[in-house]
């Protein structure tokens, strides 16, 4: 009898554990060794399998005379995207120190409030910010674009923040004070090292949402502001032009590179504090 329940435990692990994890990774992964092969394709439009192996499309993306709206497009995304992670660093750092000094019947009385911009459908909130700007008498613009990010994305970093600040001694923050540290003095050399960790992984997290996003951009961005996303979904409609995939390919190195480099930093940052 032991025996049968131990081939059942080890059927079912191999089922759903080696079986269904490994499909989920390779669903993960398939599309994205997808991309990566159809950037090097040497024929004129996308397929998959490519008829022959190039860099002539990363070349024509590089080229400024071929690709000058890519390029204008690309550091649109990034300027966005930059200004969004340092404006969610103002403000949800701030806030998730905070709501770790709260009660904890005031914390969760107030943080579904924090959070209702991440819950909330993006479309929903681009609708309504559109709405609310235009009968103030103003349109869309790149500083709108910016604020807009801001508010959608500033809860992923605050999440991250806040599992960082709840496990901050407010002993250390005491024990400087005492010793004769003025309170700005205390938060930069003592909290906001400790809250870093967070911050990096939300900032992280922050970045790639918002040179992702189409919504809260296809709304509030005027026509002069164009980013990647949309460049790429317009490529995709007039021509399935190959230099989407090698952006796309461009877009999952740097994407790892940073990963690779946020992980690196946590540790290092961690270690400086002890």
């Given at each position: 009898m032991r025996d049968i329940q131990e081939k059942i435990s080890n059927a079912s692990y191999w089922i759903f554990v080696v079986g269904l994890g490994g499909f989920a990774v390779f669903y993960m992964i398939a599309p994205i060794s997808i991309a990566i092969l159809m950037s090097f394709t040497d024929g004129a439009t996308l397929r998959f399998p490519p008829e022959g192996y190039s860099l002539r499309w990363y070349e024509a993306l590089l080229d400024s005379a071929r690709s000058e709206p890519i390029h204008t497009a690309a550091m649109n995304s990034l300027s966005i995207a930059g200004l969004t992670t340092l404006g969610a660093l103002m403000v949800a750092v701030p806030a998730a120190f905070g709501m770790a000094r709260l009660g904890q019947r005031t914390a969760t009385t107030l943080e579904p409030i924090?959070?209702?911009?991440?819950?909330?459908?993006?479309?929903?909130?681009?609708?309504?910010?559109l709405l609310v700007i235009s009968n103030l008498g103003s349109g869309p613009s790149y500083g709108y674009v910016v604020?807009?990010?801001?508010?959608?994305?500033?809860?992923?970093?605050?999440?991250?923040?806040?599992?960082?600040?709840?496990?901050?001694?407010?002993?250390?923050?005491?024990?400087?004070?005492?010793?004769g540290a003025?309170?700005?003095?205390?938060?930069?050399?003592?909290?906001?090292?400790?809250?870093?960790?967070?911050?990096?992984?939300?900032?992280?997290?922050?970045?790639?949402?918002?040179?992702?996003?189409?919504?809260?951009?296809?709304?509030?961005?005027?026509?002069?502001t164009t980013v990647l996303p949309l460049r790429m979904f317009a490529m995709i409609e007039e021509s399935l032009d190959?230099?989407?995939?090698?952006?796309?390919?461009?877009?999952?190195?740097?994407?790892?590179?940073?990963?690779?480099?946020?992980?690196?930093?946590?540790?290092?940052?961690?270690?400086?504090?002890?």
């Amino acid at each position: 009898m032991r025996d049968i329940q131990e081939k059942i435990s080890n059927a079912s692990y191999w089922i759903f554990v080696v079986g269904l994890g490994g499909f989920a990774v390779f669903y993960m992964i398939a599309p994205i060794s997808i991309a990566i092969l159809m950037s090097f394709t040497d024929g004129a439009t996308l397929r998959f399998p490519p008829e022959g192996y190039s860099l002539r499309w990363y070349e024509a993306l590089l080229d400024s005379a071929r690709s000058e709206p890519i390029h204008t497009a690309a550091m649109n995304s990034l300027s966005i995207a930059g200004l969004t992670t340092l404006g969610a660093l103002m403000v949800a750092v701030p806030a998730a120190f905070g709501m770790a000094r709260l009660g904890q019947r005031t914390a969760t009385t107030l943080e579904p409030i924090l959070l209702a911009p991440l819950v909330l459908p993006s479309l929903v909130y681009s609708l309504a910010a559109l709405l609310v700007i235009s009968n103030l008498g103003s349109g869309p613009s790149y500083g709108y674009v910016v604020a807009g990010h801001i508010v959608v994305f500033a809860p992923l970093m605050y999440r991250t923040s806040l599992a960082v600040a709840q496990q901050v001694d407010p002993s250390q923050e005491e024990a400087s004070t005492t010793l004769g540290a003025s309170r700005l003095r205390t938060f930069l050399r003592v909290t906001l090292p400790a809250l870093m960790p967070g911050a990096l992984a939300g900032g992280f997290l922050v970045f790639m949402q918002s040179m992702d996003n189409v919504s809260v951009t296809l709304f509030l961005a005027d026509p002069k502001t164009t980013v990647l996303p949309l460049r790429m979904f317009a490529m995709i409609e007039e021509s399935l032009d190959p230099r989407v995939a090698a952006i796309s390919g461009l877009l999952i190195t740097a994407t790892i590179v940073l990963l690779i480099i946020v992980q690196r930093l946590i540790p290092f940052v961690r270690g400086r504090r002890t």
